[in-house]
Nanobody
Framework: QVQLVECGGNCVQPGGSLRLSCSAS????????IGWFRQAPGKGREAVSC????????YYVDAVKGRFTISRDNATNTVYLEMKRLRVEDSAVYYC????????????????WGQGIPVSASS
């Protein structure tokens, strides 16, 4: 059974840091591009970051460039999202997602999603 499980969400003060993890079971992340998405209350889902399995290249939405870092550990079948200098506007439920057809560079739709994990940056 394909499953993605996120961990690491929490409530921090603006300027703080968090590291989210996305652990996969039922398949190997080695062969998939993995994306992180977020959805704030009352807003649509937004792609935040993605890491390509073929090129190793990482992608970020402009709002998080220089603050967030995506990485993968194939040995533990886990993808991480390191978030630094968190802002109030980063508060959202964060999801990791993938699919055999999904590509960071565009194309495909992630059909396998984690359950989502809340992140709140608030004073």
């Amino acid at each position: 059974q394909v499953q993605l499980v996120e961990c690491g969400g929490n409530c921090v003060q603006p300027g703080g840091s968090l590291r989210l993890s996305c652990s996969a079971s039922g398949f190997s992340l080695d062969y998939f591009d993995i994306g992180w998405f977020r959805q704030a209350p009352g807003k649509g889902r937004e792609a935040v970051s993605c890491i390509s399995t073929s090129s190793g290249r990482s992608y970020y939405v402009d709002a998080v460039k220089g603050r967030f870092t995506i990485s993968r550990d194939n040995a533990t079948n886990t993808v991480y999202l390191e978030m630094k200098r968190l802002r109030v506007e980063d508060s959202a439920v964060y999801y990791c997602a993938t699919d055999p057809s999904y590509r960071c560079s565009g194309g495909g739709t992630p059909n396998y999603w984690g359950q989502g994990i809340p992140v709140s940056a608030s004073s």
